[in-house]
């Protein structure tokens, strides 16, 4: 373990210092759809309830949103399995924004909690069943210059993983709620992965992701909320029926039984968009 250190200081201070033509911003305290962020915390991994400290590097590049912005996402997560079939984490973010129209700023980004239940998780092997749900709390420090306020989401999830002797493919469907000072808003979301092992190690996997906006509850003047077709005060292209495409591709290496790196790219394909470009890194330790 003492030679992953340096690697992931060097990771830091690269994307940290990355230039400022290449940035990205969504919602603040992540860089991109809830579903791109669920899969990012996975790092490369099946989705089952386990006991893990993973270090995670976001980052994400918006042009077209009301904040644009590049946004580095450095998070601490940890999680806890009591059972092999439930499991318990946190996840704490240091975020790194350079909007276009201000300095850069640094601060605590919103704090993330989930459960994951994987029944049956001592006889699975080959098809791995994992649901669960993600809570995202406004703890964020930090100010922009199109604020959308204090943030809440909450997002339940389910997700299956078969595998074979080399290769592997995975689906995601997940439903989020997320609520501002604007409104309430409502996506699903639903992704698949096919992937490759090489060497018993190195894994490599294509796919794609798509968000649709399923209601939007437009915060009224008085107070209350009505429902509205339209967007919410404090977002762009996000209609009711709106469809939002990207593609997937992953990398990961097991470097031991019990460590994981990971690296994934996200592009999008369609018009609708919530980033430019996003991707992540990231070092996992399972026990």
């Keep these: 373990m003492k030679g992953i250190a340096p690697w992931i200081v060097a990771v830091f201070l690269v994307l940290v210092a990355a230039p400022r033509d290449a940035r990205a911003h969504h919602v603040p305290g ?10 990012n915390s996975l790092g490369g991994g099946a989705g089952q309830a386990t006991s893990r400290v993973m270090l995670l590097q976001e980052y994400s590049r918006n042009s077209t949103s009301l904040n644009p912005a590049t946004t580095y996402n450095t998070s601490l997560l940890g999680e806890y399995a009591p059972h092999p ?30 459960l994951r239940l994987t029944p049956h998780a001592d006889k699975l092997i080959h098809r791995i069943i994992t649901t669960g749900i993600n809570l995202s709390v406004p703890t964020r420090s930090l100010r922009f210059e199109a604020d959308p306020g204090r943030v809440w989401t909450v997002s339940p999830m389910a997700m299956f993983t078969r595998t074979h002797l080399r290769t592997y493919w995975q689906v995601m469907v997940l439903a989020t709620a997320e609520h501002r000072p604007a409104g309430t808003a409502f996506d699903f979301t639903a992704s698949g992965q096919i992937g490759y092992r090489a060497f018993g190690k190195l894994g490599l996997s294509l796919g794609a992701l ?46 031991a039984s019990w460590g994981l790196l990971a690296a994934n790219l996200q592009l999008p394909l369609t018009p609708k968009r919530d980033f430019n470009v996003a991707g992540s890194l990231s070092v996992q330790f399972q026990f």
């Design 85 to 114: 079939w439930v499991s318990l984490g946190a996840q704490a973010p240091l975020l790194v924004v350079d909007e276009d129209a201000a300095p850069r700023k640094v601060g605590y980004g919103d704090t993330r909690v989930f």
């Design 210 to 255: 798509a968000d649709v906006r399923a209601a939007n509850l437009c915060a009224e003047v008085g107070g209350g909320s009505a429902y509205c077709a339209g967007n919410r005060a404090t977002e762009t292209n996000r209609q009711v029926g709106s469809v939002r495409i990207a593609h997937l591709t992953g990398v990961s290496y097991s470097f």
């Design 30 to 39: 992540h860089g991109a759809s809830e579903g791109v962020r669920n899969l």
